[in-house]
């Protein structure tokens, strides 16, 4: 069953999704993204990013730009090795949400639904929703708008550091990443906190 609008209907509005995109890979930013839809102009065929194609995926992203309002959020490799992958993730979400209610003109959201089990320290009134990006509609958009907004950012570093395939594996651990990174070493994109990265930094 595709997510719905019934978590969204229970809360005064702008109810606002959150998601993010990238705690896992071992290299490029984390980014969350906060999405407010206007039930009026859904598009058709949103649902949990990881179940699109990438070509419906981002013809979805493009149409949720036009007729939601959109907040984007990014911790850097820097900070997610300062403070670590969940609170750098925590940070990257609050950061959308304030994007996203400066952009709206709004003092407080009705609600934050966060996909996950825990919601970041703020002021906003929020609650957290397990899978919530297969069963609300507002964070399976933003899940949709993180991933293609990580993506591009990883295409881009891709072409700084050529040879760790980031345009295909976006950063996640492949075995065609992990013998590159094992062949040519870290880049000043890789999160050296995270193990295989920290290993190769052992070995130089």
């Not at 649902?47 to 979805?60: P, V």
């Not at 949709?144 to 395939?165: C, S, T, V």
């Not at 295909?168 to 050296?192: D, V």
Request: hydrophobic fraction near 45%; include cysteine.
């Amino acid at each position: 069953m595709p997510p719905t609008l019934d978590h969204e209907s229970l809360h005064a509005a702008p109810v606002v999704g959150v998601d993010e995109a990238g705690r896992g890979p071992l290299a490029g930013p984390v980014v969350a993204a906060a999405v407010v839809l206007d039930c009026a102009r859904v598009p058709v065929g949103i649902d949990d990013s990881k179940k699109l194609s990438a070509q419906k995926r981002a013809r979805i992203a493009t149409e949720i730009r036009c007729v939601a309002h959109v907040g984007i959020g990014i911790a850097s490799v820097e900070e997610i090795d300062e403070i670590n992958i969940l609170w750098a993730t925590m940070l990257a979400m609050t950061r959308a949400v304030d994007a996203l209610i400066a952009t709206m003109g709004v003092d407080m959201p009705g609600m934050v639904l966060v996909d996950g089990n825990r919601c970041p320290r703020w002021s906003y009134p929020s609650r957290s929703l397990v899978g919530g990006d297969a069963l609300c509609l507002s964070i399976a958009a933003a899940s949709i708008i993180a991933k293609e907004e990580r993506d591009a950012m990883m295409r881009a570093l891709d072409g700084e550091h050529p040879g760790y395939g980031w345009a295909s594996n976006k950063g996640y651990g492949s075995a065609a990443h992990l013998e590159a990174l094992a062949r040519l070493g870290p880049t000043p994109a890789h999160r050296r906190s995270f193990a295989p990265v920290a290993q190769q930094l052992l070995s130089i």
